[in-house]
C-alpha cells in the first residue's frame, strides 16, 4: 500500500544542517509531488516547498530560500529535505506529503510519520 | 502571498452537534481548497479537496462549501473521533498556505 517513510529524529546544534528522507512505497514515484510541511510545537502547520520527482523542479517558501534544498533519487524513490544554517526556531516536526502531478487540486493524500528535528546547543 | 485566515481558532461542541468552521483567503482563487483533520500525534488526514470533495474513505457526515474567498467545513453531526484540529490550505499557487488551525474541543 501507499506509504511514505521518514528518516529518525535528529538533534543539532545552531549552525549546523539536517537531512531529513522520506521514502515512497506503493506508487509510482515520478507522478505525485512531494511537498515538505513542518509543525513547531504546539503550533500549526508551515508550508515549506515542493518538490517534482519526474523533473527535479522546486519550488520553495520564501522565508527558507537560501536555507532549504530538496532533492530527489528516482533508483530509491526518495526525496531529500536538507536545511541549512539551522536556529532554535526551526525546531519542528517535519513532514513529507504526496499530491498527484496529473490532475491539479486534489490535495495532499498521504504522509508521512513526521521526523522531529531538536535544534540545540 | 495568499493568507487564509480561519474562525474561529477553538471551539467547543458536544457529541451530535452540528459544526461549520469557516476559512477565508485574502485573494480570490480557483476551487484549490484543501481541509485537513489532525489528531494529537498523528500525521495531518485529508478530508475534503476542491472546495467540496470528499477524499475516499472519509465519512459523509464531512462537506465542504465556498467560493471565491470564503469557505466552510461542516461536520454534521459530531462523534466522539471528530474532536481534533482541522486545517484548510489553499494549493491554488506557492507558497500553499495553511490557515492557523481550528481546535474542536469536547463541551
Known amino acids: 500500500q501507499v506509504q511514505l517513510v521518514q528518516s529518525g529524529a535528529e538533534v543539532k546544534k545552531p549552525g549546523a544542517s539536517v537531512k531529513v528522507s522520506c521514502k515512497a512505497y506503493g506508487y509510482t514515484f515520478t507522478t505525485y509531488y512531494i511537498h515538505w510541511v513542518r509543525q513547531a510545537p504546539g503550533q500549526g502547520l508551515e508550508w515549506m516547498g515542493i518538490i517534482n520527482p519526474s523533473r527535479s523542479s522546486t519550488t520553495y517558501a520564501e522565508k527558507l530560500q537560501g536555507r532549504v534544498t530538496m532533492t530527489r533519487d528516482t533508483s530509491t524513490s526518495t526525496v531529500y529535505m536538507e536545511l541549512n544554517s539551522l536556529r532554535s526556531e526551526d525546531t519542528a516536526l517535519y513532514y513529507c506529503a504526496r499530491e498527484p502531478i496529473a490532475v491539479a487540486g486534489l490535495g495532499m493524500d498521504h504522509w508521512g510519520q513526521g521526523t522531529l528535528v531538536t535544534v540545540s546547543s | 502571498d495568499i493568507q487564509m485566515t480561519q474562525s474561529p481558532s477553538s471551539l467547543s461542541a458536544s457529541v451530535g452537534d452540528r459544526v461549520t468552521i469557516s476559512c477565508r483567503a485574502s485573494?480570490?482563487?480557483?476551487?484549490?481548497l484543501n481541509w485537513y483533520q489532525q489528531k494529537p500525534g498523528k500525521a495531518p488526514k485529508l478530508l475534503i479537496y476542491?472546495?467540496?470533495s470528499l477524499q475516499s474513505g472519509v465519512p459523509s457526515r464531512f462537506s465542504g462549501s465556498g467560493s471565491g474567498t470564503d469557505f466552510t467545513l461542516t461536520i454534521s453531526s459530531l462523534q466522539p473521533e471528530d474532536f481534533a484540529t482541522y486545517y484548510c490550505?489553499?494549493?491554488?499557487?506557492?507558497?500553499?498556505?495553511f490557515g492557523q488551525g481550528t481546535k474542536l474541543e469536547i463541551k
Open positions: 485573494q480570490i482563487f480557483n476551487d484549490y
Open positions: 490550505q489553499q494549493s491554488y499557487t506557492s507558497p500553499h498556505t
Open positions: 476542491a472546495v467540496s
